[in-house]
């Protein structure tokens, strides 16, 4: 009937195992997304503005006050200047304004270069672009950036680079040298970049979070994206936005208009208002989740998992060698059935996947339910 142009592609695994954690009334550590709600004045705004019946379209690039709010955010956090109406552009999700921003600079027969592990919705956008990726693997162990391989794998049809810090799904983050090192390079070899820094506020033990934004070379060249869904825990509300330098953003909405057109109405209103009133509340996201990252970790200290704490994000590592050396994909749906404990293979997110034995748990949830995964963990 219809030529898969995705044939290698089936359901994510973020469905299957919400689904099967469903289905076993496990505790559901494999999904990322927070089991508490939303800032309670966000909340009431968004409901707010939906009874004054602010539901109809967006202007195309998303509500001004909106994005005003966003340049003072960038402002406020990262010293970046930004201009609201030409660089920033709302979009729903980060996913989307991956997408987006794929399609709008990779054609047919370039080159893109993704690091292993690497988030889902990368590979399918660059090939659905017509794009190929090409896989670089993060150091085995670290999971810092291997500057020799990266070099190794760029060709004279390498086009964009995708990055993303905090990573998903190891944990790790890009050093300022990174930066100033990915910095020279795209200058050098004329690359496009798309940063996902979607954790970015989640970043631990005083660390600090390194923008693509804030080194020139980098900002002139580079799609970041950015999600209300990791920032305000509204992962349901699907929005994000996407800073670039004019010319990348005029190509990056003219996709979006076609895609989705806009991103949803009240929600954008609700998160001006709401950052308008609480400027600081994203520098407040890092202690939050390194307690909850610590109390998880702790409770884990006689377990048999050998764990280094994550430096962001809100996922825990654990290696699982100690115990068994099965694959992680049968591991991890064995424990979801037999110890009503839910997490994510890493292995998934490799084209080649190293010899290494890792579960990634999601620690965005109260503290009651970290500390009765981590007895399950200990039993284990
Ligand atoms: N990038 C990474 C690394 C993510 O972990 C996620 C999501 N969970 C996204 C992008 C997508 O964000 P959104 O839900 O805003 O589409
Ligand atoms: N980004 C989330 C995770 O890594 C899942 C988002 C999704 O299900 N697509 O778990």
């Not at 955010?73 to 987006?100: K, M, N, W, Y």
């Not at 992680?328 to 059935?337: A, I, K, P």
């Not at 997110?349 to 620690?363: A, G, K, M, N, S």
Request: aromatic share 10%.
């Amino acid at each position: 009937m219809i030529e898969s142009k995705l044939p290698h592609m089936g359901t994510t695994i973020f469905t299957r195992m919400s689904a099967l954690a469903d289905e076993c009334n496990a505790l559901n550590l494999s999904q990322g997304f927070p089991d508490f709600d939303a800032p309670q004045a966000l909340l009431e705004s968004m409901a707010r503005h939906v009874m004054a019946g602010h539901n109809q379209y967006a202007p195309m690039a998303g509500v001004m006050r909106l994005r005003e709010q966003l340049a003072a955010q960038l402002a406020l956090h990262r010293h970046i200047d930004s201009d609201p109406a030409t660089e920033i552009t709302v979009v729903p999700g980060a996913t989307a304004g991956i997408f987006c921003a794929v399609m709008a600079c990779v054609r047919p027969g370039d080159e893109v270069i993704v690091f292993d592990p690497c988030y889902d919705s990368y590979q399918p956008a660059v090939e659905l672009a017509g794009g190929r990726a090409v896989h670089v693997p993060l150091t085995p162990g670290s999971f810092a950036l291997d500057r020799d391989r990266l070099e190794a794998a760029l060709s004279k049809r390498t086009r964009l680079i995708m990055i993303n810090s905090p990573h998903n799904p190891t944990g790790s983050t890009l050093t300022k040298e990174d930066l100033l090192y990915l910095e020279e390079l795209v200058d050098r070899r004329k690359l496009l970049v798309l940063s996902d820094e979607v954790y970015e506020h989640l970043v631990f033990d005083n660390g600090i979070h390194h923008s693509a934004l804030q080194f020139p070379g980098l900002r002139a060249r580079s799609f970041v994206l950015f999600s209300f869904g990791k920032t305000f825990s509204v992962t349901g509300w699907k929005t994000g936005y996407c800073v670039a330098p004019e010319a990348l953003t005029m190509e990056m909405r003219k996709v979006h208009q076609f895609v989705s057109f806009v991103a949803v109405t009240p929600v954008q209103l609700a998160v001006a208002d709401f950052l308008q009133a609480e400027p600081d509340y994203p520098a407040t996201l890092a202690g939050f989740y390194q307690h909850k990252r610590d109390l998880f970790c702790a409770a884990l200290g006689n377990s048999r998992f050998k764990l280094t704490p994550s430096s962001g994000t809100y996922f825990q590592l654990l290696d699982y060698s100690a115990i068994s050396q099965d694959p992680d994909t049968e591991l991890c749906e064995q424990w979801t059935r037999q110890h009503g404990i839910a997490s994510i293979p890493i292995s998934i997110f490799y084209e080649q996947p190293p010899h290494q034995h890792f579960l990634r748990f999601c620690f965005a949830k109260s503290d009651q339910v970290l500390t009765a995964a981590a007895e399950r963990l200990c039993e284990i």
